[in-house]
C-alpha cells in the first residue's frame, strides 16, 4: 500500500546538537524524496531532495541518507539552532502518478536552548 | 513579492454555508494544487491542475469544487460547509513535473461551527 511514515512523532534537542529525523516508506518503485519543514502558521518548505540513484545528499547545515535496501529515509540537522524549530515531512513521488507526492505524518522537532 | 498567496487567511463560518478560498501564484509555474492538513498536520492532496486542466481528483466530497480562470490561479468552493471540514487548506504550484519542490501558500485556516 502507500504509506510514508515516521518512526518518531517528536523530537527534543538540545540546541548546538545534531538532530535525526527518521522516515521509513513502503513503496521500493518510489524513485525520489523530499524533505519539508513546516513552522508553526506557515506553509511547508522545501528543505532537500534525493534520488534514488543516490544514497546521500548534502546542503547548508542539511543531509539526507537514503537506504533503498530497508525503504529508510532521514534527515540530520548539524548544529541544530532555535530556527530549526518546526514540523519535518518527508515525502515520496508517487510512483504510479509523479505528479503527486505522498506524504508522511510529520515529525515536530524542539530544539531547547 | 508573495509567491503564493491565499485568501482570506482565516475563516470562521455556519455549518451549511458556502465558502471560496482564493489563490494566487506568481512564479511563472504551471502546476496547482491544493492540500487539506487536519489538526495532527497530516497533509491530504485534494486537486491538482496543470495549466487550467484538472490532472488529480483525489476522493474529495463532490461539495468541494476548484476553478482555475488561468494558470496563475485556482480556487477552492466549498457547499454545504460541515464541522469536519475544519483544518487548514494549503494552496501549493510546482514549477515543473522533473521536481517535487512545491511553493506553499501560508494557508487558510477554516473553522465550521
Known amino acids: 500500500g502507500e504509506s510514508v511514515g515516521l518512526h518518531l512523532p517528536t523530537l527534543s534537542v538540545q540546541e548546538g546538537d545534531n538532530s535525526i529525523i527518521n522516515c521509513a516508506y513502503s513503496?521500493?518503485?518510489?524513485?525520489?524524496f523530499i524533505w519539508y519543514k513546516q513552522e508553526s502558521g506557515k506553509g511547508p518548505q522545501f528543505i532537500i531532495d534525493?534520488?534514488?540513484n543516490m544514497d546521500k545528499r548534502q546542503g547548508q547545515r542539511v543531509t539526507v541518507l537514503l537506504n533503498k535496501t530497508v525503504k529508510h529515509l532521514s534527515l540530520q540537522i548539524a548544529a541544530t539552532q532555535p530556527g530549526d524549530s518546526a514540523v519535518y515531512f518527508c515525502?515520496?513521488?508517487?510512483?504510479?502518478?509523479?505528479?503527486?507526492?505522498?506524504w508522511g505524518l510529520g515529525t515536530s522537532l524542539a530544539v531547547n536552548p | 513579492d508573495t509567491a503564493v498567496s491565499q485568501t482570506p487567511k482565516y475563516l470562521v463560518t455556519q455549518m451549511g454555508n458556502d465558502k471560496s478560498i482564493k489563490c494566487e501564484q506568481n512564479l511563472g509555474h504551471d502546476t496547482m494544487y491544493w492540500y487539506k492538513q487536519d489538526s495532527k498536520k497530516f497533509l491530504k492532496i485534494m486537486f491538482s491542475y496543470n495549466n487550467k486542466e484538472l490532472i488529480i481528483n483525489e476522493t474529495v466530497p463532490n461539495r468541494f469544487s476548484p476553478k482555475s480562470p488561468d494558470k496563475a490561479h485556482l480556487n477552492l468552493h466549498i457547499n454545504s460547509l460541515e464541522l469536519g471540514d475544519s483544518a487548514v487548506y494549503f494552496c501549493?504550484?510546482?514549477?515543473?513535473?522533473?521536481?517535487?519542490?512545491?511553493?506553499f501558500g501560508e494557508g487558510s485556516r477554516l473553522t465550521v461551527l
Open positions: 515525502a515520496e513521488r508517487d510512483a504510479g502518478n509523479n505528479r503527486k507526492l505522498i
Open positions: 513503496n521500493s518503485a518510489s524513485d525520489y
Open positions: 501549493a504550484s510546482r514549477p515543473g513535473q522533473n521536481t517535487g519542490e512545491l511553493f
Open positions: 534525493i534520488r534514488s
